[in-house]
DNA sequence: GATGTCACG
DNA sequence: GACGTACGTGACATCA
């Protein structure tokens, strides 16, 4: 029996100005701009690829748009009248478009009067018909329309985003347009598009639109309906722009009976010829793919065709991603290259590589995710591709009725290793080597120097990752980004759930093919990623900042802190006591028990029950019950929300910090060590879990209890230093305001400084606003957003704004060059050049856009103060130790502010130390126009040190 | 696993 | 005009 023939459509236009917009600027060795086609290239490549697959196409075809003109301009000649010619750069990327499809030996249509849109409607439409299956290879929603299942005398219509790698079918149409296809252009009608200029209801936006259709079951019935419905700004609208909506329906609607210009079995492909493709890879310089090409063919006069025998990889999947280095030629990982090393001889001659390498990649195994709690099991090096080991220490201990293997003993091996680890002339690669560097500290093994690839890859990439594709940091991730390979998976090992199994217990063969992977491809992507810090600019800031930060915050978290275990026992006691008072009177005003902690049912309880006024909201469709909204159903005399949000403050606080920090103490060390991540935060600052040390409570009274169970040892206290309005100076340096940097310069309340300036007068109110302004300012402002805090309406909020710029006119500046600089170059950066990437800051998508606006003036900001710092860490110990303060702890960072443990009486000496070393941070890389003030307290208690 | 809520800078 | 309109995080409880 014949298989199902299955026709992928390529909306090739379309594409190529997402590819445009997504990929930087790349050009040819002629110096023609090939960025777009680049993106387009790896996206057929990829396709090809999927030639043999179950869902993958046996026919294929690019649709283009041959003219601006169609005969919708003949029928409304405003029809995408608003667009702005393509950029300068895009044009002449136009006819290689269709140089790159003829490489591939591809059918590509195009016809006079004709939108890509309806030729791509028509033949869809026609192969369904004859029961073939059809995949269009476009995101655009107008296509959605054409999407079906079939049956059995038709095919199936799909679609498929290449960038989001994501298939489209019924249920994400229904995710987006809350209909079924053949209503999609009724909605689109009412909604209109501000892109291609079709009108659609003034007014009324894609919620408005869903409802309106889902309610009444069609256009003609919606606005039919109008009439009937009761006064309200919709209805007047549905009735005044009716004929907007009408006239939409017809723009929208895809032209399904085209004549077909070529017959769709000239779409029959029979793989893709190697010498075209490799001729136009070879003009334009696309390198990683020619390679691949090579690689994939053998000799040439055999295997012709794409198929994935060897698969494009990922490497080209990460060129498109931006990452212009090339993938240096490695052979493909062959795990059952790696060695395990069982006996002293052959760890010698490990050892002696390592030396001969001078750099090697480290991973250890061990039986835990906590390093403070973890037993070493085994460690894996890798000196060159392929060439890694595992030596398993203490594999088989745990079961004793398995045989143990034979493995050296854990005190000989490392005695053996620890020259490697230390040897300053042999650089140690890890994958979050912070962790291997705390498991091997309490071995007494101090690793140095080392490299971390998660680091490199956070320097170069931060912010990157988009929905779908995955920008994180993790190793698999990389491994497949940047080698095109899937390292196997800790579950693949040690299984997962109740199945789990300790890595100890894994037997040896199968422990060194995940442990010494572990360790190939991390020298694999120390290869690959470290050369591009130097080309993109990332070296600044990786060598000065965040590799010497790395032992620096591993020395922290093996401190840890102390916490007084009976002072949360207390406060938990007290918690529950008044918590189950609170329960009881809250369940006697709901005349009913329920479960307070549900928002679900305590939204039903308010509302439904209870009648208080509040809206649903959210497609959950459940009542919002948070703070805000709690707050003004007190205010309007609901006892019971003040009740309930005196509840969920205790309940906050018992589950997160009173009863979870108990269960945080270390039973070996007494106290409590969090775990930081360099790169958890995509402006640079460090985040804290497990526990989370970072949000401990200070804002409230009652809440400031639990920061006095934070405490010094015995004979010491605890010193807090903390940056003061460090995120308003720096915005009043970089912005160069100079009023404001007066107000620093001579020590002013800069709120009060901002209400004299806003409003000619310091009174409590001014004060308080000011203050709201100066920080709306540094997270990106609207004036909804304002109005919201302030309590005013937007065109006041708009005022505010308007006046705020006019006295400090240096900040508009900030903000329009910051913007135009990330749309150009699609990152932000620091004073110390810290990138932060912003691929949605061009989004079509209104609110993902402005989202990204916002977080994009907001970065470089906060993204400074975490590298300043973080200069001040890296500085501190050698600083203290220069003054025979050696013995100075450094204990906690929480973003503005240093925690340290010493003794009492050395508190006076160590503070002007700390104090400057923290005052001058950011010298001598940058000079500020205005200082940095430093706070320091000290006390027996974290509370007291404030 | 997603969602809602709330702790911090 | 929508987006319950501010930036950056992590943890917990509930519920599907």
Redesign the pocket.
């Known amino acids: 029996m014949a298989e199902k023939q299955h026709l992928y459509l390529v909306d090739g236009s379309a594409y190529i100005f997402r590819a445009y917009h997504r990929l930087p600027p790349l050009t040819d060795p002629e110096g023609t701009p090939v960025g777009a086609v680049y993106g387009y290239t790896t996206m057929l490549w990829k396709l090809a690829e999927d030639l043999d697959k179950a869902e993958g196409p046996t026919h294929l075809a690019v649709i283009l748009d041959k003219s601006s003109h169609s005969f919708r301009n003949d029928i409304y000649p405003e029809y995408k009248a608003n667009r702005p010619p393509p950029p300068d750069d895009l044009v002449p990327q136009f006819p290689l478009i269709r140089d790159a499809t003829r490489a591939f030996s591809l059918s590509c249509i195009e016809e006079q009067g004709l939108e890509a849109d309806d030729l791509i409607a028509s033949y869809a439409r026609a192969a369904a018909a004859q029961n073939w299956d059809v995949t269009i290879v476009s995101s655009d929603k107008d296509l959605m329309q054409l999407i079906s299942e079939g049956d059995d005398s038709r095919g199936r219509i799909d679609m498929l985003d290449t960038m989001k790698n994501q298939r489209i079918s019924l249920p994400e149409v229904a995710d987006k347009f809350g209909v079924t296809p053949d209503l999609v252009g009724d909605v689109l009608a009412l909604m209109g598009d501000?892109v291609d200029n079709i009108p659609g209801i003034?007014?009324v936006?894609?919620?408005?639109a869903t409802k309106l259709i889902q309610e009444h079951g069609s256009l003609t019935a919606a606005l039919d309906a109008a009439a009937d419905m009761k006064k309200s700004k919709l209805k007047e609208r549905l009735i005044e722009h009716r004929a907007d909506a009408e006239l939409s329906r017809i723009l929208v609607a895809l032209k399904e009976d085209c004549d077909l210009p070529m017959a769709m079995d000239d779409f029959k492909l029979d793989g893709v010829p190697v010498e075209p493709l490799a001729a136009f890879l070879q003009k334009h310089g696309f390198t990683s793919l020619l390679r691949r090409l090579d690689a994939g063919s053998g000799s040439p006069d055999r295997a012709n065709d794409l198929n994935p025998a060897k698969p494009a990889t990922a490497a080209d999947v990460g060129d498109s991603e931006g990452n212009r280095q090339a993938v240096p030629d490695m052979p493909a990982i062959d795990r059952s290259a790696y060695e395990c090393v069982q006996d002293m001889d052959t760890l010698n001659r490990w050892i002696a590589r390592c030396e001969a390498a001078r750099v090697i990649a480290v991973d250890t195994e061990t039986s835990a995710l906590d390093s403070m709690q973890a037993d070493l099991v085994g460690i894996s090096l890798a000196v060159a591709p392929n060439e890694a080991c595992y030596i398993p220490l203490a594999h088989g201990g745990t079961d004793l009725l398995a045989e143990t293997p034979q493995q050296i003993g854990l005190q000989d091996a490392l005695a053996a290793l620890r020259p490697v680890l230390t040897n300053d002339a042999i650089l140690k690669i890890g994958q979050n080597i912070k962790y291997d560097l705390n498991v091997l500290a309490r071995y007494d093994v101090d690793v140095t120097p080392v490299d971390d690839t998660m680091i490199i890859s956070f320097a170069l990439d931060a912010g990157r990752g988009e929905a779908g594709i995955g920008g994180g940091h993790g190793m698999d991730e990389l491994s497949v980004r940047h080698l095109g390979h899937s390292p196997l998976s800790f579950k693949d090992v040690c299984g997962t759930g109740k199945k789990q199994i300790p890595f100890g217990e894994v037997p040896l063969d199968r422990a060194t093919e995940y442990a010494a992977e572990d360790a190939d491809v991390t020298w694999r992507l120390h290869k690959h990623m470290k050369p591009r810090l130097a080309i993109e600019g990332g070296t600044t800031v990786y060598e000065r900042v965040d590799r010497p930060l790395v032992p620096v915050v591993a020395q922290m978290e093996r401190h840890g802190i102390k916490v007084d275990r009976a002072a949360l026992s207390r406060l938990s006691e007290e918690f529950a006591t008044r918590m189950a008072a609170l329960e009881g009177e809250i369940h006697g005003e709901a005349d009913q028990e329920f479960?307070i902690?549900?928002?679900?049912?305590l939204?039903e309880i308010l509302f439904d029950k209870m009648g208080y006024k509040?809206?649903?909201?959210?497609?959950?469709g459940?009542?919002?019950?948070?703070?805000?909204?709690?707050e003004k159903l007190a205010e309007q005399g609901a006892t019971i929300a003040t009740k309930v949000?005196e509840w969920?403050?205790l309940?906050?606080?018992k589950?997160?910090y009173t009863?979870?920090l108990q269960a945080a103490i270390n039973p070996k060390t007494g106290r409590v060590h969090t775990s930081y991540?360099l790169t958890?935060?995509?402006?640079g600052?460090l985040?804290?879990?497990?526990?989370?040390l970072?949000?401990?409570?200070?804002?409230?009274e009652i809440?400031r209890q639990i920061r006095t169970a934070f405490v010094a040892d015995t004979g010491n206290v605890l010193l807090a230093a903390?940056y003061s309005q460090i995120e308003l100076r720096l915005a009043a340096h970089m912005a160069d305001v100079p009023s404001l940097k007066e107000a620093f310069a001579a020590g002013e309340d800069i709120h009060a400084r901002t209400a004299k300036e806003m409003y000619g007068e310091v009174t409590r109110d001014t004060r308080a606003q000011a203050k709201?302004?100066n920080?709306?300012?540094?997270?990106?402002?609207?004036r909804?957003?304002?109005a919201?805090?302030l309590g005013v309406e937007a065109d006041e909020a708009q005022a505010m704004i308007d006046r705020y710029f006019e006295r400090f006119p240096g900040i508009q500046r900030y903000i329009a060059e910051t913007l135009e600089s990330v749309r150009e170059l699609g990152y932000s950066q620091t004073l110390f050049g810290r990138k932060t990437w912003f691929p949605r800051i061009n989004s079509k998508n209104?609110?993902e856009r402005?989202?990204s606006e916002?977080?994009a003036?907001?970065?470089p900001i906060?993204g400074t103060s975490a590298d300043i710092i973080k200069r001040a860490m890296v500085r501190m110990m050698p600083a203290l130790t220069e003054a025979d303060l050696g013995h100075v702890r450094m204990l906690l960072q929480?973003?503005?502010?240093l925690v340290f443990e010493l003794p009492e009486g050395d508190v006076e000496a160590a503070k002007p130390i700390i104090e400057k070393v923290m005052a001058d941070a950011a010298m001598p890389a940058v000079t500020l126009d205005v200082p940095l003030g430093i706070e320091i307290g000290s006390g027996t208690d974290w509370g007291a040190a404030h």
């Open positions: 501000s003034f007014g936006g894609p919620k408005t479960t902690g549900s928002p679900k049912q939204g509040g809206g649903r909201k959210g497609k959950s459940q009542y919002s019950t948070d703070q805000a909204m709690l949000l969920r403050q309940s906050k606080l589950s997160t009863d979870a991540s958890g935060a995509q402006t600052r985040s804290s879990t497990d526990p989370n970072q949000n401990i409570p200070i804002r409230t809440g903390d709201t302004i920080f709306a300012i540094l997270y990106g402002i609207s909804w957003g304002l919201g805090r209104g609110a402005q989202g916002r977080a003036i907001n970065a906060q929480v973003h503005d502010e």
